[in-house]
């Protein structure tokens, strides 16, 4: 939700549209400078820039966090070639707009790239430490406070994701971010052309557990109470998935969820939950914390509520008319699998998608993933991730 005083932007197909909010004031950025960075979006635009994601400082981020030599990617590539001719329209607007010589504006472009090249360093280093103190809690606060979701220049946390699924996923609770981040930060422990492999991305994940569990352990989000969520003891539903208790006021529902069998065909992605957000956002879920209740680690959900007294599950005919709707197509033959081409949605099946008496379709669970080109996909992971 918008805030006063909040720019807001949004995403259609590759373009960023930014829009100044009516008071002309962004959160945490002063009149003037938001003045300035509207003006230059609009000579972007002007210049023919379609996409504007983050500044060469971001790709270098990546580059040095999986401890690639940026030499590989060839100094003609092409993406180079347009990051260079971003950064030079972005000076120039710069300049334009704020009556300082080109030189000065570049180098303090440059300079802002090397300091947040450094910092970024410093919270990896941090968090595959696993030191934490108050000091290093708030920098790791810090650093996601930074991430500007609606400001086209602003840091990403995920740039293995789709843009315009990251941009969503800042409406939910900070452990959301976290989550996100320490993804990232996980993945940089695995070799690029593993990450795609089944292996890799178990690898990815267990480490994950590992740096989130010591996160949580410092930061009070881990828990081994389960009535720090519920009064009952005993859950309402369970499966292999998931134990899903009834929240103390009865608005919501709270899962443990333990994470997917190895077994699966479409098993989910480590992001499963951004992604989950992104196509069903009536039913979002926060990451309230993590624990561990007897079972090993567990995610801590929250969701809204589901009446199952007056909700029947879909037809195979409803469920696939439903996600066609949504831009999905099925991929397997029993149709409870569906594809838009980047993200797979998986298990739509039984009560995972109901209807209730009025008609309103809700989809309580699925796995969500990324449809890459090793399982069929025309998702590309950017080079960092590439095989």
């Known amino acids: 939700m918008k805030e006063t005083g909040q720019s807001e932007g949004r995403v259609e197909g590759n373009i960023i549209l930014y829009h100044k909010a009516e008071d002309g004031a962004e959160s945490g950025v002063s009149e003037r400078d938001a003045a300035v960075r509207d003006a230059i979006v609009d000579?972007?635009?002007?210049?023919?820039?379609?996409?504007?994601?983050?500044?060469?400082?971001?790709?270098?981020?990546?580059?040095?966090?999986?401890?690639?030599?940026?030499r590989l990617m060839g100094e003609d590539s092409e993406r180079r070639k347009e990051r260079e001719r971003i950064n030079s329209v972005i000076d120039e607007a710069t300049a334009m707009v704020s009556h300082k010589d080109i030189n000065t504006v570049r180098r303090e472009r440059q300079a802002r790239e090397a300091a947040r090249r450094m910092q970024t360093k410093k919270i990896y280093d941090i968090i595959l430490s696993g030191e934490y103190n108050d000091v290093s809690l708030q920098e790791i606060n810090d650093y996601i406070n930074d991430v500007t979701p609606y400001n086209p220049y602003g840091r990403r946390l995920s740039e293995r994701l789709p843009q315009r699924v990251e941009r969503k996923m800042y409406e939910g609770t900070r452990e959301n971010a976290i989550d996100a981040l320490y993804s990232r930060v996980s993945e940089s422990t695995v070799r690029p052309n593993e990450r795609v492999s089944a292996s890799g991305r178990r690898a990815i994940e267990e480490k994950k557990?590992?740096?989130?569990?010591?996160?949580?352990?410092?930061?009070?989000?881990?828990?081994?109470?389960?009535?720090?969520?519920?009064?009952?003891?005993?859950?309402?539903?369970?499966?292999?998935?998931?134990?899903?208790?009834?929240?103390?006021?009865?608005?919501?529902?709270?899962?443990?969820?333990?994470?997917?069998?190895?077994?699966?065909r479409f098993r989910p992605d480590i992001d499963n939950i951004p992604l989950f957000n992104y196509v069903f956002r009536n039913t979002a879920y926060s990451i309230v914390g993590y624990g561990n209740f007897g079972n090993g680690f567990v995610r801590i959900l929250q969701q809204p509520a589901v009446d199952f007294s007056t909700s029947t599950p879909l037809t195979e005919k409803e469920?696939?008319?439903?996600?066609?709707?949504?831009?999905?197509?099925?991929?397997?033959?029993?149709?409870?699998?569906?594809?838009?081409?980047?993200?797979?949605?998986?298990?739509?099946?039984?009560?995972?998608?109901?209807?209730?008496?009025?008609?309103?379709?809700?989809?309580?669970?699925?796995?969500?993933?990324?449809?890459?080109?090793?399982?069929?996909?025309?998702?590309?992971?950017?080079?960092?991730?590439?095989?």
């Open 43 to 70: 000579i972007m635009r002007g210049a023919g820039i379609e996409v504007v994601t983050d500044t060469e400082e971001a790709q270098k981020v990546l580059d040095l966090a999986n401890g690639k030599d940026t």
């Open 209 to 264: 557990k590992e740096l989130l569990e010591q996160w949580a352990k410092a930061s009070g989000n881990w828990h081994t109470d389960i009535k720090d969520f519920t009064d009952d003891t005993e859950p309402i539903g369970s499966g292999k998935d998931s134990d899903v208790y009834l929240s103390k006021d009865g608005k919501s529902v709270i899962k443990l969820s333990k994470g997917k069998p190895d077994a699966k």
């Open 319 to 387: 469920r696939v008319e439903y996600m066609n709707n949504l831009g999905f197509h099925p991929i397997n033959k029993e149709n409870t699998a569906f594809s838009n081409d980047t993200i797979i949605v998986a298990d739509l099946q039984k009560g995972n998608i109901v209807k209730d008496a009025a008609g309103n379709i809700t989809v309580i669970d699925a796995d969500c993933k990324l449809h890459t080109k090793d399982v069929g996909g025309k998702y590309s992971y950017q080079p960092s991730y590439a095989v």
